[in-house]
């Protein structure tokens, strides 16, 4: 079987730097400033990027920020052309870098679907023909005669999404376009993307969010510094790009805003003893150093996880441990180890410390903390439980009557 | 379906390609019609009521006031048949001129020839001339004009050709110019604003005392789309070596239009 898609050494350069950013002005190409001085500063986003991909094949591209994801993502979908290299492809491709292109305030519901459809590439009767299921999947039929500027944004984006997943192309690229909406809207969308992976269509994904990737991907690619580090299967290609980021090491904490401090105490830094990514109910492990440098009485350190909308979930302590704790000036060292009952998601992790005489430190965001879903088994419904923690719990069910 | 993604260079028409996304360049010109009369309580009637006010306007200025000559047909047809013209004309190049980067977030998300954007815009344009005929017919009735019909079906579709290829070829060059220097935002309608004085919308060419001036006012290509229009109803030949330079000028503009249109085109999405 021919590959759908060659991609044969590509490379992307771009330049940088200059005074005007990205576009001149008449007078900058009339009367260079400099002639010497013209800024070459080149910047290759992608180098000798080359992998095959073949029908059915359902691929995640992940790296950190500026690892070059997007860049290959505007040239498949033939936004930029690459400076060298060249892709090979065999098929339709629908390129959804973003939801609700060309979306227009002034024209309804009903108008930027078909809008929309064209814009991705549907023809106008295949959009006739899809207009009620489109309709049906956003949600919006109420309101497809009022201006889209009426709309809340989660209803924009409800209708857009709902276009983008009737799109039927050989090779689906998709930009991130899930981490928005909320929750219930995600899993709907997440489902369609799986269904759609199912249905034997080629999809090129690119994603933050490892649990989405893990769900619809069967093959990763990992990116750094724009070219490729590993290709394999996802959750290889997961662990090798959690490895690579947790290389990075130890925080610097002493750098890090701080709401408290004193003269007293100071955490000096924080790391976990593994990774920084952990499955749900795994244990974290973190080393926290601190510095005195006077008598402390009854020291306290405590550290806390909060979500993302800053709700506080978990707040511990070193009194439990150590009731009434008083350190000499010196360097100390905390091996903490807990086994937090959360869901999958992202975390915050905030440090702080107090003594008798009142607060030392109070460190917030010193991390963040991805829990990841245990991979077997991703479907909700196959858990025993749900919601914001886990808990393990007895049932015994007895017929009485 | 096989097709390779490489470095661009060079320089292709890719008409074939065009057609291929013809829906979507009738989506945009539909769009852009749309949003351009949606608020507006009267809606379409504008594109009437424009072109109907600006004539009086000058009617009364040149007309009456300064008494310029209308080649002997009473000042309002004279002045509405040039504007006829001239609005797809400022009209067109000032939206396609604008067009690439008023579309700038959608050129960065998805491909599709870029040059169905300053292509929809001219159309636009024409939409509101077709409305504006309207216009122009109800002031040849009510002037009780003796007109030619066959010179009519001639000489008025001739005229709105070299009207769009000129707009479309100058829309296009200032289009990509437009996405590499912000400049012609501003250049734009200054520009506009100065061909009008070069085009015979309030004056007729006859006026002119010398010979190499109507030379100049040929080579712009609006002054011989005006002509054309006019010939239409005026019993006037029309002369051959002006109208040949302004055809020339027409397609000459289309040709640099088009070719640094897509010459620079596989970079818009970079810089846009």
Redesign the interface.
């Given at each position: 079987m021919k590959p759908i898609l060659e991609i044969q050494n590509i490379s992307k350069k771009?330049r940088i730097g200059g005074d005007s950013g990205?576009?001149?002005?008449?007078?900058d190409?009339l009367f260079p400033k400099d002639r010497k001085k013209k800024d070459k500063t080149e910047f290759w986003a992608l180098q000798d990027v080359s992998f095959d991909v073949f029908p059915g094949d359902t691929i995640g591209i992940i790296g950190k920020n500026g690892a070059g994801k997007s860049t290959l993502l505007?040239?498949?979908?033939?936004?930029?052309?690459?400076?060298?290299?060249?892709?090979?492809?065999?098929?339709?491709i629908a390129?959804l870098?973003?939801v609700g292109?060309?979306f227009?305030g002034?024209?309804s519901g009903k108008?930027n679907i078909?809008?929309n459809g064209?814009?991705?590439g549907l023809?106008?009767t295949e959009i006739n023909k899809k207009f009620d299921e489109i309709v049906d999947f956003s949600g919006v039929e109420k309101f497809l005669d009022t201006q889209l500027k009426h709309y809340s944004s989660g209803m924009q984006l409800r209708l857009a999404f709902a276009v983008a997943a009737h799109l039927e192309p050989e090779i689906l690229i998709i930009d991130e376009v899930l981490a928005v909406g909320d929750a219930e809207f995600q899993r709907k969308c997440l489902g369609k993307m799986e269904e759609v992976g199912n249905s034997g269509r080629t999809i090129i994904f690119v994603s933050h969010n490892l649990p989405q990737l893990q769900s619809i991907c069967k093959q990763g690619i990992l990116l750094e510094h724009g070219s490729i580090k590993f290709n394999g299967k996802t959750n290889k290609t997961i662990t090798e790009y959690l490895r690579a980021k947790n290389a990075e090491g130890v925080i610097d904490v002493i750098n890090m805003p701080k709401v408290i401090k004193s003269d007293l105490f100071q955490i000096s830094s924080f790391r976990f003893k593994k990774n920084k990514d952990f499955f749900e109910q795994e244990n974290i492990e973190m080393i926290i150093c601190f510095i005195v440098t006077g008598v402390i009485n009854e020291l306290n350190i405590g550290f806390s996880l909060s979500d993302l909308s800053n709700n506080l979930l978990i707040e511990c302590r070193s009194s439990g441990t150590y009731p009434s704790y008083d350190v000499k000036p010196g360097e100390y060292e905390i091996a903490l180890q807990i086994k937090p009952q959360l869901k999958n998601g992202v975390y915050y992790l905030s440090l702080g410390a107090n003594c008798s005489s009142g607060n030392l430190e109070y460190i917030p965001h010193v991390a963040e903390i991805e829990i990841l879903p245990t991979l077997t088994n991703i479907e909700l419904w196959k858990n025993n439980s749900n919601g914001l923690l886990i808990t393990n719990s007895t049932w015994s069910i007895n017929q009485t009557k | 379906?096989?097709?390779?993604?490489?470095?661009?260079k060079g320089f292709s028409l890719n008409f074939r390609e065009i057609i291929q996304y013809s829906?979507?360049f009738y989506?945009f010109t539909w769009?852009d019609i749309?949003?351009k009369y949606?608020?507006a309580l009267l809606g379409f009637l504008w594109a009437i009521l424009q072109p109907l006010f600006t004539m009086l306007i000058f009617t009364f200025f040149f007309g009456n006031l300064l008494g310029v000559p209308s080649d002997g047909i009473p000042y309002p047809i004279f002045a509405f048949s040039g504007l006829l013209m001239w609005n797809v004309f400022s009209s067109g190049l000032s939206s396609a001129g604008n067009s690439m980067v008023s579309n700038a977030?959608?050129?960065?998300?998805?491909?599709?020839p870029r040059l169905i954007i300053p292509m929809s815009s001219v159309l636009v344009a024409v939409f509101d001339f077709f409305m504006s005929f309207i216009v122009f017919i109800g002031l040849l009735i009510y002037f009780q004009m003796d007109v030619d019909i066959l010179k009519m079906c001639l000489f008025i579709p001739a005229s709105l050709l070299l009207t769009i290829i000129c707009t479309f070829g100058m829309g296009s060059f200032l289009a990509a110019l437009n996405?590499?220097?912000?400049?012609?935002r501003y250049i734009i309608p200054f520009m506009i604003q100065s061909l009008m004085f070069l085009t015979p919308v309030i004056y007729p060419v006859s006026i002119i005392k010398y010979q190499w001036a109507k030379y100049i006012i040929a080579a712009n290509p609006m002054a011989g789309a005006v002509d054309l229009a006019r010939a239409a109803i005026i019993n006037k030949p029309i002369q051959t070596d002006l109208m040949l330079i302004s055809v020339i000028s027409a397609f000459l503009f289309l040709f640099i239009g088009l070719f640094y249109f897509r010459r620079t085109e596989?970079?818009f999405?970079?810089?846009?």
């Open positions: 771009f990205g576009y001149k002005t008449l007078r190409n505007k040239i498949l979908s033939r936004i930029t052309p690459p400076t060298k290299g060249k892709i090979i492809c065999r098929g339709r390129s870098l973003e292109t060309g227009h002034e024209l108008e078909y809008l064209s814009i991705l023809k106008k | 379906m096989e097709y390779e993604i490489k470095p661009q829906e979507l989506f769009r749309k949003v949606k608020q977030h959608i050129i960065k998300k998805i491909y599709f996405v590499k220097y912000r400049d012609f596989y970079y999405a970079d810089i846009a």
